[in-house]
């Protein structure tokens, strides 16, 4: 009897020493991935000090799935960041509201601008644009030219040099108007200046706007949270956009602009084309905030670690065939990830036994997608079925005319798949056309992977790689 006790209690004080190195790696884990996307020092320091408070190391103890219960605490935190507290001001349709612009030149105003006109307008909107930016030369020449193509009222001038004066000009012509959406563009300087910011403030002055909207690069990096305070201290921000989502960066910059100014992030920016525009969605942010692809309802996704890109090009070489690894890995690196490769992927990987290993290796990929054991085996074999019956290669063109389509457009909405398509894709293959839908979501999820991970990628030259 005594041993037993004794094992017991060695067993528990194990248990928590366990939990507590499970929680601090997790920590050190996600305070690693938030810093490499930016997110402020401080912000994630007193993250940290939350988490220890909020995870309960009896829990934990108990818990089944420790680091599902740290990382959930920590995602649910990282939403609480940036939320804060109280919505921001949404303008009314049919009476006029003034928008102002304010951000760092380059960081994307002009084209927010018109890109939020844009949005609105579709939705019946009245929207129009006022270019108060007479620092940059070509900036109303800018303007004029996107507010054309987006056929969008505008006003400004080529000689006019009072950026006040023309605020007031536009703003008012368009009241008179009747638009109900006037969105005021202003300069930017390089740097932080105090002659912008004596600007910004008169500006807002003279056009008393309803919404003053900041505007961040998503690339700024740590700059973040000294910026986004500067402008705060000179107008009343009220909303941010974070721009260039597109791009490398994760964004953790947005914590720091929240932080700041006390005001939600409203829409962020994820190309040069004036419909790549996006209402912000706070769980798909920080989980790419967390190194993470997320195109669906969460937390599964923690399930298969961070995602290892070495460890995944490593499986890459272990299983495709040598002499077919280099013209993959050039199709993968030109950012082509056809449907094609996807099924040769498929292939290789269907000869190599139990695959959930290779796929947990896949940054981003979820549990969920990708069910463990026989059944995956079983779901690769179905997808690979399907696209056998795609071989055709007129259909292949449609195909991929659509999956083009439908990487552009909203991910999260299966039902733009239209029903048609499916059913006639599922009659070809002979399989439900659920399990089409399934492939296909999957084929987006993987392709855009791949396409933000894989451009740019260096390519291992021959040499080394027969040297693995
Ligand atoms: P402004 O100086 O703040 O008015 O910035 P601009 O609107 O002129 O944008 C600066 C550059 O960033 C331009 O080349 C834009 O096309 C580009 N840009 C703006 N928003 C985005 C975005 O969301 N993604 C990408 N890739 N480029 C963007
Ligand atoms: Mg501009």
Redesign the pocket.
């Known amino acids: 009897l005594g041993g037993s006790i004794s094992r017991a209690i060695q067993q528990m004080s194990n248990a928590t020493i366990i939990d507590e190195k499970v929680l601090n790696e997790c920590l050190n884990e996600i305070t690693r991935a938030l810093l490499q996307s930016d997110v402020q020092f401080k912000l994630v320091r007193d993250m940290q000090t939350n988490i220890k408070k909020i995870v309960n190391l009896d829990d934990l103890a108990a818990g089944h799935n420790k680091r599902k219960i740290i990382q959930q605490a920590i995602f649910n935190e990282l939403c609480t960041i940036l939320d804060p507290g109280k919505p921001s001001f949404t303008p009314k349709k049919g009476k006029a509201s003034v928008i102002m612009f304010v ?11 018109t ?1 939020y006109a844009y949005y609105h307008q579709k939705k019946g909107w009245k929207p129009a644009l006022v270019c108060a ?1 007479t620092f ?1 030369a070509g ?1 109303f020449d ?1 303007l004029k030219q996107n507010a054309t193509k987006a056929k969008i009222p505008f006003y400004g001038s080529y000689t006019e040099s009072d950026p006040v004066r023309i605020a007031i000009e536009g703003v008012e012509r368009f009241k008179q108007e009747n638009c109900d959406l006037i969105i005021v ?1 202003t300069s ?1 300087r390089h740097k932080q200046e105090a002659s912008l910011f004596e600007e910004m403030r008169q500006v807002a002055e003279a056009t008393k706007p309803d919404l003053v909207i900041f ?1 961040m ?1 998503s690339s700024i990096g740590q700059a973040a949270f000294d910026q986004s305070q500067a402008f705060k201290q000179s107008v009343s921000v009220g909303a941010v956009i974070i ?5 490398h960066a994760k964004g953790g910059g947005a914590l720091s602009a929240v932080a700041t100014t006390k005001s939600p992030v409203i829409f ?5 084309h004036i419909d ?2 996006e209402v912000f969605d706070v769980k798909p942010f920080v989980s790419r905030l967390l190194g993470m692809l997320l195109l669906f309802p969460v937390f599964d996704i923690f399930e298969s670690g961070m995602g290892d890109w070495s460890g995944f090009m490593d499986k890459i070489h272990e299983v495709v065939p040598m002499d077919q690894q280099p013209k993959l890995l050039q199709k993968l690196s030109e950012g082509n990830f056809t449907l094609r490769i996807m099924y040769e992927l498929y292939q290789n990987l269907l000869k190599m036994g139990p695959i959930g290993q290779v796929f947990s290796m896949l940054p981003g990929y979820s549990a969920e997608l990708m069910p463990k054991g026989h059944e995956s085996q079983a779901k690769l074999k179905r997808f690979t079925t399907i696209m056998d019956s795609m071989t055709n290669e007129g259909k292949q063109k449609m195909l991929f005319i659509w999956f083009y389509l439908l990487h552009k457009l909203d991910n999260s909405n299966p039902k733009l798949m239209t029903e048609s398509r499916i059913m006639r894709i599922a009659r070809g293959s002979g399989q439900p056309p659920r399990e089409v839908m399934d492939m296909l979501y999957e084929y987006k999820c993987l392709a855009k992977v791949f396409w933000s991970k894989m451009k740019g990628l260096k390519i291992p030259k021959k040499s080394e790689m027969s040297a693995l």
């Open positions: 951000g760092l030149q380059g960081s994307g105003k002009t084209t927010t601008c890109k930016d940059r900036a800018q563009d930017g505007v690069d721009t260039k989502m597109d791009g962020i920016g994820t190309g040069e790549e525009f």
